[in-house]
């Protein structure tokens, strides 16, 4: 599986953070240091014959320090939204895959596979196919499935081809689909699916099925007769929203038993909510609890892979369905990794060392600003327990910026990349000292402080 090359280094996370007015600061967050320089979790994944990767939406692609993550750290795509029939179908017979080929060939100039979600599905379902007359519904539903896996033909690794199906105590969801065309919508879909795109791996997708339980039992006994009749099931994606301190204890038991029907299992949507603010407790729990996850999916050979649903705290979709709760992914806001994120680095074989031999945090501050131009200062800080030899900080340009003169660095630039290592005469600091350097930038836009990050050499 191909995997983003790493970069080895030591790595501390900043943050921007904009300050009202002209002027503007941005801060660097301290955070601990993987031993094993360069590694990510995409990396880690794919050594384990396995991938981690992230959902991700369309407003996001617009985010530098985002897609920065986004781009280096996962060998794996969900599109989140974009795929789903409000979006692809919006009426009768009129597809459009704007929005969803824009994160696919994201994925693929990243080396990320794609997993396609979600063919049928009762939720943002265009209201046209609640109207569909009950004979013709079952034809809409191959329609739909073959236009939009085929458009997707040999770029979707894996589909999710029916999504939620299934009432908590097993009974079959009183969907649209279930009342027009009944028991039999599930099969005819995949059926639909492998002919649209023979080599796509065929999914099963739900919540609340991640341990076992009445629901999980019921997609287990609908797995099971697939197999017996020869309906094209692949895998069983168990979407893993959970909460705080509630991983069910038999995840690995209820992965082991789908695996043993012959099926691949995958984590589909994996995030771990609490009630909000966190706190260095909550943190710890939550680091436990995605350890478990992981655990548990590496336990079985034919777990193949986990995906968050979004990576950030700042773009999950939890605090809008479940009012109070939140931080339930594995960076923050501001994209400073957490101590979740570090636990399932270490599951997935990485080391973490939380005193590093050597780091460095960045500040970047807008010391004037005038129309078109400006100045700025970024002040480099030995954070770590040695002295530095050398240092290196980058940032994305954005919105028309360019650097036009800097001193007391040397400046690199690869497109939007903007690497400053340090001048011959200040690369070493002692620890805890720090130095400047300055540059007159120009603008088109409205200058944002980027998020800056530095490594030490
Ligand atoms: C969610 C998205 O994250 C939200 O942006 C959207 O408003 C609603 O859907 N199970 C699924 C996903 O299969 O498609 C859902 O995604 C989350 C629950």
């Known amino acids: 599986?191909?995997?983003?090359?790493?970069?080895?280094?030591?790595?501390?996370?900043?943050?921007?953070?904009?300050?009202?007015?002209?002027?503007?600061?941005?801060?660097?967050?301290?955070?601990?240091?993987?031993?094993?320089?360069?590694?990510?979790?995409?990396?880690?994944?794919?050594?384990?014959?396995?991938?981690?990767?992230?959902?991700?939406?369309?407003?996001?692609?617009?985010?530098?320090?985002?897609?920065?993550?986004?781009?280096?750290?996962?060998?794996?795509?969900?599109?989140?939204?974009?795929?789903?029939?409000?979006?692809?179908?919006?009426?009768?017979?009129?597809?459009?895959?704007?929005?969803?080929?824009?994160?696919?060939?994201?994925?693929?100039?990243?080396?990320?596979?794609v997993r396609g979600h979600t063919l049928v599905w009762h939720n943002q379902l265009p209201d046209w196919v609640n109207d569909v007359p009950a004979g013709e519904l079952l034809g809409v539903v191959r329609n739909h499935i073959s236009a939009v896996a085929g458009h997707y033909r040999g770029q979707v690794v894996h589909w999710d081809v029916v999504n939620e199906a299934f009432e908590e105590d097993g009974t079959r969801r009183q969907t649209v689909f279930q009342?027009?065309?009944?028991?039999?919508?599930?099969?005819?879909?995949?059926?639909?699916?492998?002919?649209?795109?023979?080599?796509?791996?065929?999914?099963?997708?739900?919540?609340?099925?991640?341990?076992?339980?009445?629901?999980?039992?019921?997609?287990?006994?609908?797995?099971?007769?697939?197999?017996?009749?020869g309906i094209p099931i692949d895998g069983v994606g168990l979407q893993a929203h959970l909460i705080l301190g509630q991983v069910p204890s038999t995840v690995e038991q209820n992965i082991r038993r789908f695996a043993e029907l012959g099926v691949d299992v995958a984590i589909t949507e994996l995030d771990i909510r609490m009630r909000t603010p966190r706190d260095a407790a909550k943190d710890a729990q939550q680091a436990q609890d995605y350890r478990a996850v992981v655990n548990a999916c590496l336990a079985v050979t034919r777990c193949v892979g986990i995906t968050v649903w979004d990576f950030s705290d700042g773009y999950s979709w939890i605090p809008s369905v479940f009012p109070g709760e939140g931080a339930a992914l594995i960076y923050d806001e501001n994209f400073a990794k957490k101590p979740a994120y570090w636990a399932v680095y270490e599951?997935?074989?990485?080391?973490?060392?939380?005193?590093?031999?050597?780091?460095?945090?960045?500040?970047?501050?807008?010391?004037?600003?005038?129309?078109?131009?400006?100045?700025?200062?970024?002040?480099?800080?030995?954070?770590?327990?040695?002295?530095?030899?050398?240092?290196?900080?980058?940032?994305?340009?954005?919105?028309?910026?360019?650097?036009?003169?800097?001193?007391?660095?040397?400046?690199?630039?690869?497109?939007?990349?903007?690497?400053?290592?340090?001048?011959?005469?200040?690369?070493?600091?002692?620890?805890?000292a720090a130095t400047t350097f300055g540059f007159i930038g120009s603008s088109t836009g409205t200058n944002p402080v980027p998020a800056v990050t530095c490594a030490t050499a």
């Open 347 to 432: 599951a997935l074989g990485g080391t973490v060392t939380t005193d590093p031999p050597a780091g460095c945090a960045a500040t970047y501050r807008v010391t004037a600003q005038w129309h078109g131009g400006f100045q700025a200062e970024v002040t480099v800080r030995n954070t770590g327990t040695t002295a530095t030899t050398g240092w290196t900080v980058r940032w994305t340009l954005a919105q028309g910026q360019a650097v036009r003169s800097l001193w007391n660095g040397v400046l690199a630039t690869n497109g939007q990349e903007a690497t400053v290592r340090n001048a011959p005469y200040n690369g070493r600091l002692a620890v805890g």
């Open 179 to 229: 009342q027009k065309i009944g028991d039999g919508y599930i099969a005819e879909a995949f059926k639909a699916a492998r002919a649209a795109d023979p080599h796509a791996k065929l999914y099963y997708n739900d919540y609340n099925i991640d341990g076992i339980g009445a629901k999980s039992d019921a997609v287990y006994e609908m797995v099971k007769s697939f197999k017996r009749q």
């Open 1 to 113: 599986m191909p995997a983003p090359a790493g970069r080895a280094r030591h790595v501390l996370a900043a943050t921007a953070v904009a300050v009202a007015g002209a002027l503007a600061v941005g801060t660097a967050v301290a955070a601990p240091s993987p031993a094993e320089a360069g590694s990510t979790l995409g990396r880690l994944a794919a050594a384990k014959g396995r991938y981690f990767g992230s959902a991700t939406d369309n407003p996001t692609l617009d985010n530098a320090p985002y897609t920065a993550v986004l781009g280096s750290e996962f060998n794996q795509i969900t599109v989140g939204n974009t795929q789903k029939w409000q979006y692809t179908e919006p009426s009768r017979g009129q597809f459009d895959f704007t929005q969803a080929d824009r994160i696919v060939a994201f994925a693929q100039a990243h080396d990320q596979v």
